[in-house]
């Protein structure tokens, strides 16, 4: 099940950030602060926001897509019924640590796709590290069996966890086929075989930025093929800060740590180079 557009969205494709990515700017980012800071978000094409705690971005028209941990049977039916309730457009899920047995991931699988029917609200599991997608094999295994699963991709946890350039690439790409057909909503993130968030204006990176630029246009195409009139596709970034252990840093000099690169102006690279996935998506279906 895909979001829903809201009325103001003229295009099936709408951006949202995730509240993490300007959390703990540092102090010369560019993003304006105080009461400039949501104004800059609607200027710079965020028509949402995803976010755990939706208190600060309330009732400044914005719409809202939220997130949420799935570990017991009981979680998903709870997070169905608060994003129905609320008005979200989705919320997006850690399910699970990576540990459970086919059949525990399959019980809170199917946990999930009964509440999303019971409340008609979008559930979208996320790839990522430490929950039951952290493999791609047995995410496509969980397609096999679930085909009416939709994803928020976050590749960076693939393409760095599982070093997708180690052996290779096409192949790996071509197996993916069927996660990329289900594709609902972005995480922007650009990770390197070895770094899960890096400057995506660094040219030592073009080789990841394509790689990226591959996976989110069959992404977008997938979505278009499948999509039907009122669906939506949100990107969001998702460019955290080093003190979750993300963003580049280097040493302050001070005994402490600076982060290397703006995520401010990161998240609207990554905007433009989405932005060109999607146009090229659209184009090859032309």
């Known amino acids: 099940m895909y979001a829903q557009k809201k009325s103001t969205a003229a295009d099936a494709l709408v951006?949202?950030?995730?509240?993490?990515?300007?959390?703990?700017?540092?102090?010369?980012?560019?993003?304006?602060?105080?009461?400039?800071?949501?104004?800059a978000l609607k200027a710079a094409g965020y028509s949402g926001i995803q976010s755990l705690d939706m208190k600060h971005f309330e009732n400044q028209g914005f719409d809202f897509s939220h997130s949420g941990r799935v570990d017991q049977l009981v979680d998903a039916d709870a997070i169905a019924r608060l994003?129905?309730?609320?008005?979200?457009?989705?919320?997006?899920l850690h399910v699970g640590h990576g540990l459970e047995t086919d059949l525990q991931a399959c019980a809170l699988i199917e946990s999930i796709l009964e509440a999303?029917?019971?409340?008609?609200?979008?559930?979208?599991?996320?790839?990522?590290?430490?929950?039951i997608t952290q493999d791609a094999r047995r995410?496509?295994?969980?397609?096999?069996?679930?085909?009416?699963?939709?994803?928020?991709?976050?590749?960076?946890?693939?393409?760095?966890?599982?070093?997708?350039?180690?052996?290779d690439f096409d192949a790996r790409i071509e197996a993916l086929a069927p996660v990329f057909e289900r594709i609902a909503y972005v995480h922007g993130r650009i990770s390197s075989p070895g770094q899960i968030q890096i400057d995506v204006s660094d040219p030592f990176y073009a080789q990841s930025v394509q790689h990226f630029k591959l996976m989110w246009r069959l992404s977008c195409e997938g979505f278009i093929n499948n999509a039907k009139a009122g669906d939506a596709f949100i990107f969001a970034p998702e460019v955290l800060p080093h003190i979750i252990h993300y963003g580049p840093s280097q040493a302050d000099g001070k005994g402490g740590h600076e982060e290397t690169s703006d995520r401010w102006q990161q998240c609207a690279q990554l905007l433009t180079i989405f932005k060109q996935c999607w146009a090229d998506a659209l184009q090859q279906r032309a």
């Open 15 to 39: 951006f949202h950030m995730n509240a993490g990515s300007i959390w703990k700017l540092p102090t010369w980012s560019t993003m304006p602060t105080g009461g400039a800071r949501l104004p």
């Open 83 to 92: 994003g129905r309730d609320k008005g979200y457009m989705c919320t997006t």
């Open 116 to 131: 999303q029917n019971t409340y008609n609200y979008p559930l979208i599991i996320e790839t990522h590290r430490a929950t």
């Open 139 to 167: 995410t496509l295994d969980f397609v096999e069996r679930f085909p009416e699963l939709r994803f928020n991709a976050d590749f960076s946890h693939w393409y760095t966890g599982q070093e997708m350039v180690y052996g």
